[in-house]
């Protein structure tokens, strides 16, 4: 690509799309606020910026991918005066819809497009170029991102305008967390009953019960007893309160949602922020989550 790139934001998930954008021979510059991080960046081969202001000036394409929405809001009104006409932004964060649509407006006021594009599948997958990345925003831009895309991705949705990649995400990571909650109730049950966890799984994921938390994280994470899946208990607990967010801003009653996000957020405080997500099915208390 005869595109000079830029990315704000190189850990977990910013690094592995990092590798897949140096080894597929893209201009890569890399900003992240750890000088380690952006070290091991340009060990890979990228270039460096001092500043996200810096990268800005020189990117056809910046990529954000950063921890919350009050950080991309942040960075963007740092940057919004260097990036370039024309230019896209693409935050792959797990953001906020009206910080999406903020955003948007301000790349209106400014001649550049936003597009918010959150992504699926976790470190692994960012390192693999096989993330799933949910869009939002003018169609005209994601199409020219299209060649960026197919580096880091194995599957893109359009979901439709300015936010929206944002808000199917949120409305992703509130059935992942509720899933997780009930297979482990399922796995429970089915030993109480006298089934092993992977005889139940494999009749679960034969049904219409099944779903990716079945199919992949007990298999993969929990049965094993792995717990390593890169994405954090704190970083779910950080999604489950965008769910409730969300809905209290839209007027959207969740009141099935309502108990199990309370078991995320104040009945699992025995498992630290720091412990790899799936372990909430570990949790002792009266609901009963050990398998």
């Known amino acids: 690509m005869d595109m000079q ?29 750890d000088p380690a991080t952006l070290s091991k960046m340009q060990d890979l081969g990228a270039r460096g910026a001092e500043s996200p202001k810096a990268l800005a000036k020189v990117a056809d394409i910046i990529i954000l991918s950063l921890p919350k929405a009050a950080v ?19 935050d792959t964060s797990t953001s906020e819809p009206v ?44 199409e020219r991102l ?9 599957k893109t949705v359009i979901v439709g305008g ?6 199917a995400k949120i409305a992703n990571n509130m059935l992942c967390a509720a899933n997780l909650i009930l297979v482990g109730e ?14 139940l799984l494999e009749g679960i994921n034969a049904g219409s019960g099944r779903s990716g938390v079945s199919e992949v994280n007990f298999p993969k994470w929990i049965l094993n007893d792995g717990f390593d ?3 954090t208990m704190g970083l779910m607990r950080k ?37 790899d997500f799936n372990q909430i099915v570990t949790r002792d208390g009266k609901a009963g989550h050990n398998v």
């Open 146 to 154: 299209a060649p960026v895309l197919d580096i880091l991705t194995a």
């Open 229 to 231: 899946s890169g994405f």
């Open 239 to 275: 999604d489950v309160g965008l769910a409730l967010d969300l809905a209290k801003a839209s007027g959207v009653e969740l009141s099935g949602f309502a108990q199990i996000a309370d078991i995320w957020l104040n009945q699992s405080q025995d498992i630290a922020d720091s412990a």
């Open 5 to 33: 790139i830029g990315l704000i934001g190189c850990g977990n998930m910013g690094g592995g799309m990092a590798a897949q954008l140096i080894a597929s021979g893209s201009q890569l510059i890399c900003y992240d606020p």
């Open 162 to 167: 300015s936010g929206a990649g944002h808000a």
């Open 186 to 199: 399922a796995v429970r049950l089915g030993q109480a009953a006298g089934v092993a966890p992977e005889a």
């Open 72 to 90: 991309v809001d942040a960075v963007m009104r740092e940057i919004v005066a260097d990036i370039r006409p024309a230019a896209i932004v693409l």
């Open 99 to 142: 910080t999406s649509q903020a955003m948007a407006s301000l790349g209106d006021a400014h001649g550049f497009s936003f597009v918010d594009g959150p992504v699926s599948g976790g470190p692994a997958a960012a390192n693999a170029g096989s993330m799933t990345m949910l869009l939002g925003g003018e169609t005209a831009a994601i």
